[in-house]
Each structure stands twice: as C-alpha cells, then as structure tokens.
Nanobody
C-alpha cells in the first residue's frame, strides 16, 4: 500500500483547505482510511476516519463540525475538507490505512500504512 497526501499549505484563521490522499495497492482487507496530525513537540493524534466500504465517518471532537472526511472509491482517494481553520490546527497531516477493527480506528496503532504527510499552517 502506498499513500500520497497533498493539499497542505498556509492559510489564515477562518480559512479552508482540502487535503487529498491518493492510495494505491489497497486490498480487500482495507477497512478504513484515516487522517492524523502531528504538531511540533506533540504526539500524533487522530483527526478523522472513514470506513472504506460503507463510508461511515468518525471525528475527533476538536474538528467535529469543521472538518469533513470523504472518499472516492473509483479514484482510491480520501479527502479531508477543513473549514473554519484555527491556529491550533497547524500540524503535519498524515493519511493512513487500517485493516483492523473499528475500535482501533482512533489510535495510531490501528493503522499499518502511512503516507508522507502534508504541512498545514494556520496563521492568526
């Protein structure tokens, strides 16, 4: 599995960005794709995930109502639409795949393949 994240950049607070994650090599064991982020000096944290087959979505409370995760199965691509961005959203954003059960989809340990990350910087 290979994942290529893109779409990061510099945006002012209140602005929007859309991240994309193009996946290749997905198999029938792929259950979910997720977005995580890591700010300098902090641990990588869960942002959102989507069930690959059914499209069910899950969000961290810090982004609920502002971020939307979606997928295009025909393009093997997952998106993260980020609106009303805040300076505290500044981080490197990573996409990842999980072949594990639902209860692990909010944890780094639940994901086996990771993309290279894309930087999102929100200025105040």
């Amino acid at each position: 599995v290979q994942l290529q994240a893109s779409g990061g950049g510099l945006v002012q607070a209140g602005g929007s960005l859309r991240l994309s994650c193009a996946a290749s090599g997905l198999t029938s064991s792929t259950r979910a794709l997720g977005w995580f982020r890591q700010a300098p000096g902090k641990e990588r944290e869960f942002v959102a995930s989507i069930r690959w087959s059914g499209g069910n979505t899950y969000y961290d409370d810090s982004v609920k109502g502002r971020f939307t995760i979606s997928r295009d199965k025909a393009k093997n691509t997952v998106y993260l639409q980020m609106n009303s961005l805040k300076p505290e959203d500044t981080a490197v954003y990573y996409c990842a795949t999980s072949s594990s059960i639902l209860s692990t989809w909010t944890s780094v340990s639940g994901y086996g393949h990771w993309g290279q990350g894309t930087q999102v910087t929100v200025s105040s």
